[in-house]
């Protein structure tokens, strides 16, 4: 028997559980079955959001032909025997998994047959298709993002599940526990499948008491030990915790910052987390707590020596004194500003008495002639001109005055460039 979260796939587009935004009321697939006016797509997301629940929906509510294959494990001869009943039905509609791996000879046997539109492919990945898939398959198909389901989702499918009488379990004394419920819900972690994946296993190995089997929490957390989590370290949900991560430290919030945290904790990926902990350092606090990169690299050092679970702990130390940390991003804008003018050609030549001296001839250049040593005179400074003519006046550094640190900097700094000008 097929697994019950195979049986449980939609039949028909309204059996379709969550992406409201896609086959909802005013839906953009919803309107192109009800139009009847198909046209060939990439669904992308987690595991378990339905993606082939929705290619399967869609063959349902159409008389269209429907057919599965895989872009890895599937042949060229197994796309051409869907093309000839393309060809004998008029259409075929084509779930391909995985397409963000067909290589070439494939995806140039199927572009043909998508632009006459014998074949209607909807292409499953979990890979960002502007980034993972060719463009000329792109160019040929609409690109439709999934989302993890709600928990609110998530119950429904395992309630339909529960009084199903074909598909489910409708024609068993089932009960399950509140508490066994809200553990199939949570640590499903949006992932549909997983949850029934493992409510099938609870009901299949309890057994019946009285004609009544009873699902406890501990059933739940026996069948499903550890929260589904989508960690990727190579796809988009990986980079966008990473972003979260960043923008939370950024914006000052300890409580969001630590929960991301959490979540790249939870996927192992220390090197990642250590290289994001010291360019947040130097990126965003920077100036205004210099002493901040070297007590984080100290955590990052920390945290590699003792490995998880125990780097845990100097990385939460980090990502705190981070956050409350005051925040200045100088240093990264004056260094791309210097770069904005390298990169507009604004370089011009370097002042004679800049030059290096010690080179056989460079007196005769006038190398260096006219250099004052700035340690001979009080206070350690002298006026005299560094840059070339053309950007003698150029500003780069833009001092934030966020910290007592960052504002001495600011105060030497403007007293230097009064000095210029005079």
């Given at each position: ?18 992406q409201?935004h896609?086959?909802?009321p005013?839906?953009?697939i ?6 009847g ?15 082939t629940?929705?290619?399967?929906a ?13 872009a890895v ?5 197994d796309?051409?025997l ?28 199927l ?6 539109g014998?074949?209607i492919?909807?292409?499953a ?15 040929r ?10 928990e ?60 009544t ?21 190579d796809?988009?949900?990986?980079y ?28 192992g990926?220390?090197?990642t ?6 360019v ?34 100097p ?6 004194e ?26 011009g030549?370097?002042p ?12 005769t250049?006038?190398?260096g ?42 105060q ?8 210029k000008k005079k």
């Amino acid at each position: 028997m097929e697994p019950l979260a195979y049986r449980m796939r939609p039949t028909s587009i309204d059996d379709v559980i969550g992406q409201q935004h896609l086959v909802g009321p005013g839906g953009i697939i919803r309107r192109m079955v009800d139009a009847g006016r198909l046209s060939s797509m990439i669904l992308y997301g987690p595991p378990g959001t339905g993606k082939t629940s929705i290619a399967r929906a869609i063959a349902g509510s159409t008389a269209a032909k429907f057919r599965q294959l895989n872009a890895v494990t599937d042949t060229k001869k197994d796309m051409q025997l869907v093309a000839e009943e393309a060809k004998m039905s008029g259409q075929v509609i084509l779930l391909l998994d995985e397409i963000h791996r067909l290589d070439k000879a494939k995806q140039d046997f199927l572009l043909p047959h998508l632009e006459n539109g014998r074949i209607i492919l909807i292409g499953a990945t979990t890979s960002n298709p502007y980034h993972a898939i060719n463009p000329a398959i792109r160019s040929r198909t609409q690109i439709f993002e999934l989302q993890p389901l709600t928990e609110a989702d998530i119950k429904q499918a395992l309630q339909r599940a529960l009084t199903d009488k074909k598909n489910g379990f409708g024609n068993q004394a089932v009960v399950v526990e509140g508490q066994a419920m809200d553990h199939f819900i949570m640590a499903a972690g949006g992932d549909v499948r997983a949850s029934l994946n493992a409510l099938e296993l609870a009901i299949l190995s309890t057994p019946d008491k009285d004609g009544t089997i009873t699902i406890t929490r501990q059933d739940a957390e026996d069948c499903l030990q550890k929260t589904s989590f989508n960690f990727d370290k190579d796809g988009d949900m990986h980079y966008d915790i990473m972003s979260a991560f960043q923008k939370s430290i950024r914006g000052s919030d300890v409580d969001a910052a630590l929960h991301y945290l959490a979540r790249l904790i939870n996927g192992g990926d220390l090197p990642t987390i250590a290289r994001r902990l010291l360019v947040i350092s130097f990126e965003d606090i920077g100036l205004a707590s210099p002493q901040a990169a070297s007590r984080t690299l100290a955590a990052i050092e920390a945290a590699e020596r003792l490995g998880f679970p125990e780097a845990r702990i100097p990385l939460s130390q980090a990502v705190i004194e981070l956050c409350l940390s005051p925040k200045s991003n100088s240093a990264v804008t004056s260094i791309d500003s210097a770069l904005a003018d390298i990169n507009k050609g604004r370089t011009g030549d370097i002042p004679a008495h800049l030059k290096d001296s010690h080179y056989q001839g460079a007196k005769t250049l006038g190398n260096g002639t006219g250099y004052q040593y700035p340690h001979q005179f009080p206070g350690g400074y002298i006026s005299q001109q560094y840059l070339p003519d053309q950007l003698k006046d150029a500003r780069y550094y833009q001092p934030k005055e966020t910290s007592k640190s960052e504002a001495q900097f600011k105060q030497i700094y403007d007293n230097i460039s009064r000095q210029k000008k005079k």
